[in-house]
C-alpha cells in the first residue's frame, strides 16, 4: 500500500507537469441571446353579440360574501448563466493545481490557481490560470478574492466557489507550499528556466545587489529553489498577469529536470522528496487510466494554455476595505472558458 501510494504521488506530479509545455491558445467569445415574450392584445373593433333571449323579470340579487380571487400563476423566466447548456466532453476530468503561502502558525491562500482539463477520449489538454485576486462569491462567505476560498473550506469550498461563479467543478486537486516548492526544486538540484523576459526586481538572495535587487533573463537561467520561488512571486516590478507566465516557465523546467532524471522509473527513491511537500486526493486507478494519454499530450498541439488576464477583469477598489481586486467580466471569462473546458 506505501509504494501504491508512492507511485501515485509521484504518477501525479509528473504527469500534471507535463501539462504546462505549450504555447498559448487563441481565445473566443460566446454571446447570451435575450429571452423574448409574445403577449395577447384584444382587438379594440370587436362587437358583442346580442342576447337571443327575453331576459327574465328582474329579481333581487342575494348579498354574497366577497369573492376570494384565484391567484394568477406566471412562470418565473429561468436564469441563464453563459454556460448555460453548456456540455463538457465524455469522460473529462479537471485537476486543479494549487500553490499556496501556508506557512506553519499562520493562514494561507492559494496564489496559484490553475485548472487543467484533460480530455482522454480526443488526447487534449487545456489548462487555464485563475488571477488570485479575482473577486467572487465565496458559498457561505460572500465576496471575496478566489485565492482565500481554500483557507475558508478547503477543496470542497474551492470547488463551489468555481462551479458557482465559473460553472466548472474540479474533479480532484493538488497543492504544495513555498516551502515544499523550493525543497522539490533543490533536491533534484535545481532547474534552467528558459526566461522569456527580464525580470529585475527586489530580492532577499545571495546574488543581490548592493541595493537588493535581483536581475534574470531573457534567456535560460539556472535557479535553485529559492532563486526560482523568488521568480514566480516577485510582483513589485511586473503584475500579476505576468506572474502567471513565469509560474509556468518554472513549472516547464522542473518537468524537464525530472524528465532528464528519468523519475518515473526513480519513482520510490524520489518519493520522499514530495511526500512532505504535495497534498492530492488523486488515487492510483485514476492516474493509471490516464497514463496512455502522456505520450501524446507531449506532442505538437496537444496541449493548449490559456489564462484569465485584463481582458477578461476590470480592476476594482472595495469601499469597505480598499482592497485592490479584480471584477470578473462573466462574457470574456466565458469566452475563454468554453474553448478550455466545454465541447465546441
Not at 493562514?107 to 482522454?120: C, E, K, Q, S
Amino acid at each position: 500500500m506505501i509504494i501504491m501510494k508512492k507511485l501515485t504521488l509521484l504518477a501525479c506530479i509528473s504527469f500534471l507537469l507535463a501539462s504546462c509545455a505549450m504555447p498559448l491558445a487563441t481565445q473566443g467569445g460566446i454571446v447570451a441571446k435575450p429571452i423574448s415574450y409574445v403577449f395577447a392584445t384584444p382587438n379594440p373593433n370587436a362587437t358583442t353579440t346580442p342576447t337571443p333571449f327575453q331576459p327574465l323579470p328582474a329579481t333581487a340579487t342575494p348579498t354574497l360574501a366577497p369573492a376570494t380571487p384565484t391567484p394568477e400563476f406566471t412562470s418565473t423566466p429561468e436564469v441563464r448563466y453563459w454556460w448555460t447548456g453548456l456540455k463538457r466532453p465524455e469522460g473529462q476530468k479537471l485537476i486543479l493545481l494549487l500553490g499556496s503561502d501556508w506557512r506553519y502558525g499562520g493562514g494561507f491562500r492559494t496564489d496559484v490557481i490553475m485548472l487543467i482539463a484533460l480530455n482522454p477520449k480526443e488526447n487534449t489538454a487545456n489548462i487555464v490560470s485563475f488571477p488570485r485576486d479575482l473577486y467572487v462569491s465565496i458559498p457561505g462567505v460572500g465576496q471575496n478574492r478566489l485565492n482565500v476560498a481554500h483557507a475558508y473550506g478547503g477543496f470542497d469550498l474551492m470547488a463551489q466557489t468555481l462551479e458557482l461563479n465559473f460553472g466548472v467543478r474540479p474533479d480532484y486537486y493538488i497543492m504544495t507550499n513555498f516551502d515544499g516548492f523550493v525543497s522539490i526544486i533543490n533536491n533534484v538540484g535545481g532547474i534552467n528556466v528558459n526566461a522569456y523576459y527580464n525580470l529585475t526586481d527586489k530580492c532577499d538572495l545571495p546574488q543581490a545587489s548592493y541595493d537588493g535587487y535581483c536581475s534574470v533573463g531573457p534567456g535560460t537561467v539556472y535557479m535553485d529553489g529559492k532563486t526560482a520561488l523568488w521568480y514566480v512571486r516577485s510582483r513589485y516590478s511586473t503584475s500579476d498577469f505576468d506572474r502567471t507566465r513565469r509560474e509556468q516557465e518554472v513549472i516547464y523546467a522542473l518537468f524537464a529536470k525530472l524528465i532528464s532524471l528519468n523519475a518515473i522509473s526513480r519513482i520510490p527513491e524520489l518519493y520522499n522528496i514530495y511526500q512532505s511537500s504535495v497534498e492530492t486526493n488523486i488515487n492510483l486507478d485514476t492516474v493509471v487510466s490516464l497514463a496512455p494519454m502522456a505520450p501524446i499530450l507531449l506532442e505538437k498541439d496537444a496541449i493548449r494554455r490559456f489564462y484569465i488576464g485584463p481582458q477578461q477583469v476590470s480592476s476594482y477598489i472595495v469601499p469597505e476595505s480598499g482592497a485592490a481586486v479584480l471584477l470578473p467580466n462573466d462574457e470574456a471569462i466565458g469566452a475563454v472558458l468554453k474553448q478550455a473546458i466545454f465541447e465546441p
